[in-house]
């Protein structure tokens, strides 16, 4: 299948901060991207998602942005606080099935 | 409203016996799925069924097998456990078609000795 990947496996941040998240995709026919977080012992939890018509989306203290000429899809987390400290996915579908990235582990420090 | 429910939630199988994990949805949802997950990895797609009746292979889907029991029910079984399958299971579900975000269970942790 299609790669979806994070550009980095781990990253820390100070609470309070902002923190932004990266994925590269590679399938150019994708129209359908989503992020989730995954909790220690939980199973992923839908955080924002974006539709290839879109290049910005925002929620609540989250920003999804999406660049379809770079095929590269980024999530902003403003004024990350403790409960933020997850590993968060990036997934793209085709069709029925979603294809997710390696994720990437967000540590806040306090 | 549990939303997507795995049983068990942690098992330990010796090589060679067989398992059935369980899920259930209490949404309506049309489509289901199971997934592994490995150390490091993302989740990847072991079967799935778009609707009620009808299953097909994912991205791993040897050494498994898959029953959509009814619409809410959606289980997978191994017949005879290897080591390499040690992993984290999920189940996931969609109302159904195309541009939807999955939802996930809790996962069943399984240890194949």
């Known amino acids: ?110 | 409203n549990a939303g997507v429910t795995q049983t068990p939630k942690f098992q330990v199988l010796k090589t060679g016996q067989s398992m059935t994990l369980q899920c259930a949805q209490d949404m309506n949802h049309n489509s289901m799925y199971w997934y592994r997950q490995d150390p490091g990895m993302g989740l990847r797609l072991i079967y799935y069924s778009a609707s009620e009746g009808t299953t097909d292979k994912g991205e791993v889907p040897n050494g498994y097998n898959v029953s959509r029991l009814n619409k809410r029910e959606f289980s997978l079984r191994l017949e005879s456990a290897a080591p390499s399958q040690t992993s984290v299971y999920f189940c996931a579900s969609i109302l159904g078609g195309a541009n939807q975000p999955q939802h996930f269970g809790d996962g069943t942790r399984l240890s194949i000795l």
């Open chain 1, 1 to 110: 299948g299609e790669n979806v990947g994070l550009h980095l496996p781990t990253l820390s941040v100070q609470e309070g901060d902002n923190s932004i998240i990266n994925c590269a995709y590679s399938n150019s026919a994708s129209d359908y991207f989503i992020w989730y977080k995954q909790e220690s012992g939980k199973g992923p939890q839908f955080i924002i998602d974006i539709r290839s018509n879109m290049d910005k989306r925002q929620g609540q203290r989250v920003t999804v942005l999406l660049n379809k000429t770079v095929k590269h899809l980024s999530l902003q987390i403003a004024a990350t606080q403790p409960g933020d400290s997850a590993v968060y996915f990036c997934a793209e579908t085709d069709d029925y099935k979603l294809s997710f990235g390696a994720g990437t582990t967000v540590t806040v420090r306090a």
